[in-house]
Every structure is written in structure tokens, then in C-alpha cells.
């Protein structure tokens, strides 16, 4: 069935072209917004219809430059169609409500929805949506609101579904992953031991960001799940600042001494894990001692992964009110951190070692395939179409910053993890036969901002699908966005 349809990715195709520029955004930062409403004027400057989405006109709809826009709220991604439907006609339509079910929040739109992979290779599944803290810098809980958790045996069939479309990795993310189910009488240890028994020999599951407090009371069984030969060794756990003071008035509910028991012990238990974690420099009320204490924690660790961010104030936020640090110092502290960070080589130790990898990604340059090791560290292999999706055994010849290279043991046989064949990049996820046989088609690979040409009289039902892909395909791209901020 034709459609009517023409999707034009930003990143291939010329934007001027669409009709309607379809614009998803993300709420962490001051640049990630200024982009978005960027990317808003140019739309309006070339006199196309606009549809905006995601957390930036979730938590402020009533900016001067949305007036006039239509909306689609964060938890609505399943009802595009109308809002596309209205925009098209010149209407402008907002749905920013919560979804609920007998009063109880939900976590948002449906995980069994059709969606398009970025990655074919890799699943990425939201576990819970909002969070249980009250960050004062944080613009992100205006937009995604308190904790609402998706029931274990949703996230269980997806995590199915996507293996039997030959995916070999799974993600799992939120805001906050350690506080998954505490609104809904579990937790995230029996998560995650129930999708461990989904996982094929040879794939593997990503664990996303948890905060201190919300992982302490697991740290028995975390330490058993993540030795467990199907999860990466991997954590990521912000500290933010190593100051209690600062703590305090960010409002953190940890202090620092809980977040050294997580690294300690996880690193006891578990060894060679991995952990990640962020640092703010230059909070309000930040002294020089402060963050001295800050320099020291990293002295003391040497993540391996270090996430620095100089703190910028989000409007209507309690830390755009407080007494600001200079810029200039935030600045100096922001780059005295990064040199500390680039001083030194995590990985060095590691060159000689023979190690089993997961390929499932290209590099940059396209010169590499991009592997990970059991410890979510990135290896770059020889580029061979026959590596892709496979588990294969490396010796590390040589080590970076933030990466490793490895040439494949002579005799090793790569192994293949998926039970499928893969999906072909660009195609639909999730789809049943009868919607397939229903003309529900794959468009090409998309990155945000979707941007649709049409001829609108299409039919309704297949319309509805399609736009449900582009729908949750933004949704997750901005989510990644977002986390890597």
C-alpha cells in the first residue's frame, strides 16, 4: 500500500524538502535546547509545519517560541497521528497529559509498539520513566515527573521479541534505573535475574545509570548480576561532587561516603568492573575546597569514564536562583578537572591479553568495527563483514584513552550470539504478519529530526503505524541523546 509518505532523514536528505519537520528535544543542558529551538526557527523561516516533542515542551509548553506549535507530550508519542493530522491542517493541538490506568501513573507509551532501531544489532529498552529525586540544576523531572516503573513481564516479553528479531545486545535505560519498581512492589535485582534467563549464550545486557541511594540496599546481588557471563561488568553511578556541602544543597540524598561503599564494593566483587560516573563543576556555593575534594575522589579512582559537565543554570529550576559561581572559575575548574581526567591511561594494563568481544557497531572514521569486552570497554577490530553481530576472541596489541585495538587469534572462529537473522538497517520492529500484510512499510534509517513529505489523504490505520514508528524511534534517540549530555 502506498502511504503517501515520503521520510526524509536530516542527516541525508534535504530538510527544505519536507512539509513537516517532526522536532524531538532534550531538557539537560542549555546547548541541547538552543538547538532545538534552532532547529524550530528554521523550520519556521521555510514556512513548514511544525510538530515538537520530548522534554524541552513537556516541562515549558508556554515559551514564547512554541507558541503556535503543536505538541506531542512525552508519555502521548502513541497518538502522533493526531497531532500530525492537526498540524497539517493549520490547528495547533497539545497533548501533554499522563497516562494512567485507574488512577495509577504508567510509564509512559506502550513498549510493544513498532519502532525503528537505530542499531539493529542493539535493543534499547526504557525499564521505568521519571525519577524519585528532587535535583535542584535538574530541568528533566519537570518534564518526566515522578517514578513510574513498566511491569516486569512487559519488559520481559520485549526483551523476547527483540532477540528473535536478531538483536544481540540489550540496553536498558531510565532516569534512574536502581529506583525501577519501587512503585510497583519490586525491584531492579528481580528484573534483572528474570531477563538474564531471556539472553542467548554469546549476548549481552547493558545496565543504565543508577544513582547512589537507590543501589546501595542491592549491592549483594548486583555484584552477582553483573559477574554474570551475559551482563557487561559495567556501572555507570554519579557522583556529581565529592563535597557533602554541595550534595546538600544540590539535594542528592546520598553523601559521598555512600557512593565509595558502591565503588569499593563493587569493585571487590566484581573484578575489573567498570564504573562511570559524572561530575558537575562549578554548582552554586562551590569553594575552592570543595572541589578540591572532588580532584582528590578522582585522584583516588581514576574512573575510567568520566562525564564532565560545568554546571549550567536551567530556567525555573531552585540552582538558577542561587549565588553563581564565576564563570570564569567554573570555566578554570571545568578544565583543570578534564587535564586530571587525561592524564592518565585506564587501559595500558590490558595490551597482551586475549579477550572475548561482542562486535556490534562501526566507528566514526568507518575504519573499525567498534566490540566491547566483558567489561564494556571499547575494542576496535578489523573491519570485516564477517565480524558484525559476532562474538569474537582478540589480542590486545595497543590502547588509548578510550579504547582498545584487537587483531583476532589465529583459529578462533567468530560465534554467533543472535537466534535470527538480524532486521535490515532501517526496517520496522515489532510488527505482527498481519500488519505487514496490512502495508505498514519500512522507511529508510532515520536521525532526528524526522521530517515528513506527503500527499495527506492516506489511509488512517496504516497512517496511525507509521507514525508510531517515527514516534518511538525519536523517542529513543532523544533518550540517548540525553544520557550521553
Same mark, same amino acid.
Given at each position: 500500500?502506498?502511504?503517501?509518505?515520503?521520510?526524509?532523514?536530516?542527516?541525508?536528505?534535504?530538510?527544505?524538502?519536507?512539509?513537516?519537520?517532526?522536532?524531538?528535544?532534550?531538557?539537560?543542558?542549555?546547548?541541547?535546547?538552543?538547538?532545538?529551538?534552532?532547529?524550530i526557527?528554521k523550520?519556521?523561516?521555510?514556512?513548514?509545519?511544525?510538530?515538537?516533542?520530548?522534554?524541552?515542551?513537556?516541562?515549558?509548553?508556554?515559551?514564547?517560541?512554541?507558541?503556535?506549535?503543536?505538541?506531542?507530550?512525552?508519555?502521548?508519542?502513541?497518538?502522533?497521528?493526531?497531532?500530525?493530522?492537526?498540524?497539517?491542517?493549520?490547528?495547533?493541538?497539545?497533548?501533554?497529559?499522563?497516562?494512567?490506568?485507574?488512577?495509577?501513573?504508567?510509564?509512559?507509551?506502550?513498549?510493544?509498539?513498532?519502532?525503528?532501531?537505530?542499531?539493529?544489532?542493539?535493543?534499547?529498552?526504557?525499564?521505568?520513566?521519571?525519577?524519585?529525586?528532587?535535583?535542584?540544576?535538574?530541568?528533566?523531572?519537570?518534564?518526566?515527573?515522578?517514578?513510574?516503573?513498566?511491569?516486569?513481564?512487559?519488559?520481559?516479553?520485549?526483551?523476547?521479541?527483540?532477540?528473535?528479531?536478531?538483536?544481540?545486545?540489550?540496553?536498558?535505560?531510565?532516569?534512574?534505573?536502581?529506583?525501577?519498581?519501587?512503585?510497583?512492589?519490586?525491584?531492579?535485582?528481580?528484573?534483572?535475574?528474570?531477563?538474564?534467563?531471556?539472553?542467548?549464550?554469546?549476548?549481552?545486557?547493558?545496565?543504565?545509570?543508577?544513582?547512589?541511594?537507590?543501589?546501595?540496599?542491592?549491592?549483594?546481588?548486583?555484584?552477582?548480576?553483573?559477574?554474570?557471563?551475559?551482563?557487561?561488568?559495567?556501572?555507570?553511578?554519579?557522583?556529581?561532587?565529592?563535597?557533602?556541602?554541595?550534595?546538600?544543597?544540590?539535594?542528592?540524598?546520598?553523601?559521598?561516603?555512600?557512593?565509595?561503599?558502591?565503588?569499593?564494593?563493587?569493585?571487590?566483587?566484581?573484578?575489573?568492573?567498570?564504573?562511570?560516573?559524572?561530575?558537575?563543576?562549578?554548582?552554586?556555593?562551590?569553594?575552592?575546597?570543595?572541589?578540591?575534594?572532588?580532584?582528590?575522589?578522582?585522584?583516588?579512582?581514576?574512573?575510567?569514564?568520566?562525564?564532565?559537565?560545568?554546571?549550567?543554570?536551567?530556567?525555573?529550576?531552585?540552582a538558577?536562583?542561587?549565588?553563581?559561581?564565576?564563570?570564569?572559575?567554573?570555566?578554570?575548574?571545568?578544565?583543570?578537572?578534564?587535564?586530571?581526567?587525561?592524564?592518565?591511561n585506564?587501559?595500558d594494563?590490558?595490551?597482551?591479553?586475549?579477550?572475548?568481544?561482542?562486535?556490534?557497531?562501526?566507528?566514526?572514521?568507518?575504519?573499525?568495527?567498534?566490540?566491547?569486552?566483558?567489561?564494556?570497554?571499547?575494542?576496535?577490530?578489523?573491519?570485516?563483514?564477517? $565480524?558484525?553481530?559476532?562474538?569474537?576472541?582478540?589480542?590486545?596489541?595497543?590502547?588509548?584513552?578510550?579504547?582498545?585495538?584487537?587483531?583476532?587469534?589465529?583459529?578462533s572462529?567468530? $560465534?554467533?550470539?543472535?537466534?535470527?537473522?538480524?532486521l535490515?538497517?532501517?526496517?520496522?520492529?515489532?510488527?505482527?504478519?498481519?500488519?505487514?500484510?496490512?502495508?505498514?512499510?519500512?522507511?529508510?534509517?532515520?536521525s532526528?529530526?524526522?521530517l515528513?513529505?506527503?500527499?495527506?489523504?492516506?489511509?488512517?490505520?496504516?497512517?496511525?503505524?507509521?507514525?508510531?514508528?517515527?514516534?518511538?524511534?525519536?523517542?529513543?534517540?532523544?533518550?540517548?541523546?540525553?544520557?550521553?549530555?
Open positions: 500500500m502506498n502511504l503517501g509518505l515520503h521520510i526524509i532523514s536530516s542527516a541525508q536528505d534535504d530538510p527544505a524538502e519536507a512539509d513537516l519537520w517532526l522536532l524531538n528535544s532534550c531538557t539537560v543542558k542549555n546547548p541541547a535546547e538552543d538547538h532545538f529551538r534552532n532547529s526557527k523550520a519556521q523561516e521555510q514556512e513548514k509545519k511544525v510538530v515538537v516533542a520530548g522534554c524541552v515542551p513537556q516541562a515549558q509548553p508556554r515559551m514564547d517560541y512554541l507558541k503556535g506549535l503543536s505538541i506531542i507530550g512525552v508519555q502521548q508519542i502513541d497518538r502522533v497521528v493526531e497531532v500530525v493530522d492537526e498540524a497539517v491542517k493549520g490547528h495547533s493541538v497539545r497533548l501533554l497529559g499522563q497516562k494512567k490506568d485507574g488512577g495509577k501513573r504508567l510509564g509512559g507509551a506502550r513498549l510493544d509498539l513498532p519502532k525503528i532501531r537505530k542499531n539493529p544489532l542493539i535493543e534499547i529498552i526504557s525499564i521505568n520513566t521519571g525519577c524519585l529525586n528532587a535535583c535542584t540544576y535538574c530541568k528533566t523531572k519537570h518534564a518526566r515527573g515522578d517514578l513510574a516503573s513498566y511491569p516486569i513481564e512487559e519488559l520481559v516479553e520485549r526483551t523476547r521479541q527483540s532477540f528473535q528479531e536478531g538483536v544481540c545486545e540489550i540496553w536498558l535505560t531510565s532516569e534512574d534505573t536502581g529506583a525501577y519498581g519501587r512503585d510497583i512492589g519490586t525491584d531492579l535485582p528481580t528484573l534483572l535475574w528474570r531477563l538474564v534467563e531471556e539472553i542467548p549464550q554469546g549476548a549481552m545486557l547493558r545496565l543504565g545509570m543508577t544513582n547512589p541511594p537507590y543501589i546501595l540496599e542491592h549491592l549483594e546481588e548486583m555484584a552477582k548480576i553483573l559477574n554474570h557471563p551475559r551482563v557487561y561488568a559495567f556501572l555507570h553511578v554519579p557522583v556529581q561532587s565529592a563535597s557533602d556541602s554541595v550534595l546538600m544543597d544540590m539535594k542528592r540524598e546520598y553523601c559521598v561516603d555512600d557512593f565509595k561503599q558502591v565503588v569499593d564494593f563493587l569493585k571487590e566483587r566484581v573484578p575489573g568492573v567498570t564504573l562511570a560516573t559524572d561530575i558537575i563543576c562549578g554548582f552554586p556555593g562551590e569553594t575552592e575546597e570543595d572541589f578540591r575534594q572532588t580532584i582528590d575522589l578522582v585522584k583516588l579512582y581514576r574512573f575510567p569514564s568520566l562525564f564532565i559537565n560545568q554546571f549550567y543554570p536551567r530556567p525555573g529550576t531552585p538558577a536562583r542561587m549565588e553563581q559561581v564565576p564563570a570564569h572559575v567554573k570555566k578554570q575548574r571545568t578544565k583543570e578537572l578534564s587535564q586530571l581526567f587525561h592524564s592518565y585506564p587501559y594494563h590490558k595490551v597482551g591479553e586475549k579477550q572475548h568481544v561482542l562486535v556490534t557497531e562501526e566507528s566514526f572514521d568507518g575504519q573499525y568495527y567498534v566490540a566491547h569486552n566483558k567489561f564494556y570497554e571499547q575494542v576496535l577490530v578489523p573491519k570485516r563483514s564477517e $565480524f558484525s553481530g559476532k562474538m569474537i576472541e582478540v589480542e590486545i596489541y595497543e590502547s588509548g584513552k578510550h579504547f582498545l585495538k584487537g587483531r583476532p587469534v589465529e583459529d572462529r567468530p $560465534f554467533t550470539p543472535s537466534i535470527a537473522e538480524p535490515q538497517k532501517g526496517a520496522v520492529s515489532g510488527l505482527t504478519q498481519e500488519q505487514m500484510a496490512g502495508g505498514v512499510r519500512s522507511p529508510a534509517a532515520l532526528p529530526p524526522f515528513l513529505s506527503a500527499s495527506y489523504s492516506v489511509d488512517k490505520e496504516a497512517l496511525t503505524k507509521l507514525l508510531i514508528v517515527l514516534a518511538v524511534a525519536a523517542a529513543v534517540l532523544a533518550f540517548v541523546i540525553e544520557k550521553a549530555t
